[in-house]
Every structure is written in C-alpha cells, then in structure tokens.
C-alpha cells in the first residue's frame, strides 16, 4: 500500500504562483510513475503532468510552459509548481502513483487550488 499526501493547495490572484505537494509513505519513485491530475466542478478528472521513473516529463498543454512537476526521491515528495495562473486553474489537484511492475494505482485526498482576484 502507498499513502500520498498532497499539500500546498489555497487561494491566489491571477497571475500568482502556487506550489503543490504529494508526499509518499514510502520510497516508490523507481517503480512507480507519478502524475498531477485535476477535477473542476462539472468536468472530468484530466491530467496536467506526468514524472516517469525515469524522469522524462509531460504536460497538458493547457499548462506547458507555467507548471512544472519535479520530485526529490530523498524527501520521497513530488511537486508542481505553478506559476502564471489563470482562472481555468480552479480545480481539486490530485497525486497519482501508478505502479510499473504490478497492477496497483493509488491517488492522494486532493488539494483545493482556487484562483480568482
């Protein structure tokens, strides 16, 4: 079993910055994919960035080029760092952990990231 915690989530105005967490119980990096998802009210759950194990990188290209998703297996946390936020950022973001080796898929509680002025 893996516990993802996220954290870092609040209010901001337009064009502020915000950094998320998602904290892992264990170390999971080397086996585990890892991915920030989000869900505003009314829509479907969709992707905003992946961190494979190997540490090659992707993103919705609705946020390509203002977030950037990072890890510190040490720390065994992962971040998204979120800067030039828009309105449409509004949404619930969730951690994801997705296993490479067995059929085991875990998501954190979310983070609420409200961005209005």
């Known amino acids: 079993q893996v516990q993802l915690v996220e954290s870092g989530g609040g209010l901001v105005q337009p064009g502020g910055s915000l950094r998320l967490s998602c904290a892992a119980s264990?170390?999971?990096?080397?086996?585990?994919?890892m991915g920030w998802y989000r869900q505003a009210p009314g829509k479907q759950r969709e992707l905003v960035a992946i961190?494979?194990?190997?540490?090659?990188?992707n993103y919705a290209d609705s946020v390509k080029g203002r977030f950037t998703i990072s890890r510190d297996n040490a720390k065994n946390t992962m971040y998204l760092q979120m800067n030039s936020l828009k309105p449409e950022d509004t949404a619930v973001y969730y951690c994801?952990?997705?296993?490479?080796?067995?059929?085991?898929?875990?998501w954190g509680q979310g983070t609420q990231v409200t961005v209005s002025s």
């Open positions: 264990r170390s999971i990096f080397s086996t585990y994919n």
């Open positions: 994801n952990a997705k296993s490479v080796i067995i059929r085991a898929d875990y």
């Open positions: 961190i494979s194990i190997s540490g090659s990188t």
